[in-house]
């Protein structure tokens, strides 16, 4: 039988750097303090940015680590600090890769309004019919 990987099981930086070569969620993996070290976060928010959902609280508030993670995958903004979700790089990063396009409604209001913001969605809009959810 397979062993299945348990949080805390990678307890060394070069372990865990080699098992995010083949397992990208190697990340999640590690011990408490592995994923509160901010250049191995970096590296496994690039390949994986909802990895960002394991990384300590200080890195989901670390701007580029945050900016790397929802580059990767704009979902990864439902994890991101509070004090970040007023960032306009991060949003518009966020949205151009968000394939879905349902990072636009967990934006602040603030947020949606502005015009690159709105710009940006209906230009992804013009390929989806998610726009005509959108009434504002």
Do not use: C
Request: a negative charge; aromatic letters at 10%.
């Amino acid at each position: 039988m397979a062993k299945h990987p348990i949080v805390g099981q990678y307890t060394n930086l070069e372990e865990v750097r080699e098992a995010m070569k083949t397992n990208p969620w190697a990340f999640v993996y590690a011990t408490d303090e592995l994923r509160d070290n901010r250049e191995l976060a970096l590296e496994a928010v690039a390949i994986n940015g909802s990895t960002l959902a394991q990384a300590s609280e200080r890195l989901r508030g670390d701007r580029e680590v945050v900016l790397a993670a929802v580059s990767q995958f704009g979902g990864a903004w439902q994890w991101i600090a509070p004090e970040l979700k007023n960032d306009l790089e991060i949003a518009l990063a966020a949205l151009n890769s968000d394939r879905y396009h349902w990072v636009f409604f967990w934006l602040p209001d603030e947020l949606r309004a502005h015009p690159d913001v709105r710009n940006r969605f209906l230009a992804i809009g013009n390929s989806t019919s998610i726009v005509l959810s959108y009434n504002k």
